[in-house]
C-alpha cells in the first residue's frame, strides 16, 4: 500500500480487537511522529506511550468519543484501546504553533499505525485537568492530543456529504462518514464559488 492508498483507506476507529501492540511498533509510531515537520524546528512535541492495562483504563475514563452519535460511539467494554500515545507540548520549546506542529505527528502516527495494520482514533476532548494528574505531568509540559489505538473491530464506510456533516450508525452497527466532494473543496488558480 502507496502513502496515498493509506490515506484513502484511513478511517477513524472506536472499536478495537483486544490483542495487544507491541513497543516495537509504538515505538516506530512516535519514531514517525518525531520525524513530522515542525516550524522554526523547534520540535515541542513529545509523547508518552500508554500500554500498561491499569493505566490504559485510567486513560480511558478521561476521554469523550463521538459526539453526534454518543454514547452509541463509545468503545464498548471488550472493545476498547490497547494502548494510547499522549502527545504532549512542552511549553518550555514552544513557538506558538504547538498544535500545528502536533497535527503533523499525529498524522504521520495515524498513516503508520494503519500501515501497521492498527487502527486509530485521534482524540481531543479530554479532561485535561484529571489527565494530567494521572500522568503526574510538570507544569511547563501541555497536553495536546490523545491518539487511541488497536487492531481494528470495525470497518466504517465513507458517504458523499448531502446536508449534514454528522456521521451515523446503520441497523448493522456499521458507521457512516460523510465527506465532501473534492469538487466542492478544490478551487484552480483562484477561489469562486
Aim: a positive charge; proline letters at 6%; hydrophobic letters at 40%.
Amino acid at each position: 500500500m502507496n502513502v496515498y492508498e493509506t490515506i484513502i483507506k484511513r478511517r477513524t476507529i472506536r472499536r478495537f480487537k483486544q490483542k495487544p501492540i507491541s513497543f516495537e511498533i509504538l515505538r516506530k509510531l512516535v519514531n514517525a511522529g518525531r520525524l513530522s515537520p515542525s516550524s522554526a524546528n523547534l520540535q515541542p512535541i513529545e509523547y508518552i506511550v500508554i500500554d500498561k492495562p491499569d493505566l490504559v483504563e485510567k486513560v480511558f475514563g478521561t476521554l469523550k468519543w463521538a459526539g453526534y452519535i454518543s454514547p452509541a460511539g463509545n468503545p464498548p467494554l471488550g472493545e476498547r484501546p490497547v494502548a494510547y500515545i499522549i502527545v504532549l507540548a512542552n511549553k518550555k520549546k514552544n513557538s506558538g504553533t504547538c498544535e500545528r506542529d502536533a497535527a503533523a505527528a499525529i498524522e504521520n502516527m495515524i498513516l503508520v499505525a494503519l500501515e501497521e495494520g492498527i487502527g486509530s482514533c485521534w482524540l481531543g476532548a479530554i479532561d485535561i485537568n484529571k489527565l494530567t494528574t494521572i500522568l503526574e505531568l510538570p507544569e511547563h509540559i501541555k497536553i495536546d492530543s490523545v491518539l487511541a489505538l488497536g487492531y481494528s473491530n470495525e470497518s466504517p464506510q465513507i458517504e458523499e456529504m448531502k446536508d449534514s456533516v454528522k456521521y451515523w450508525k446503520d441497523e448493522e452497527g456499521v458507521l457512516h462518514v460523510p465527506k465532501r466532494k473534492l469538487e466542492d473543496v478544490l478551487f484552480y488558480n483562484k477561489y469562486s464559488k
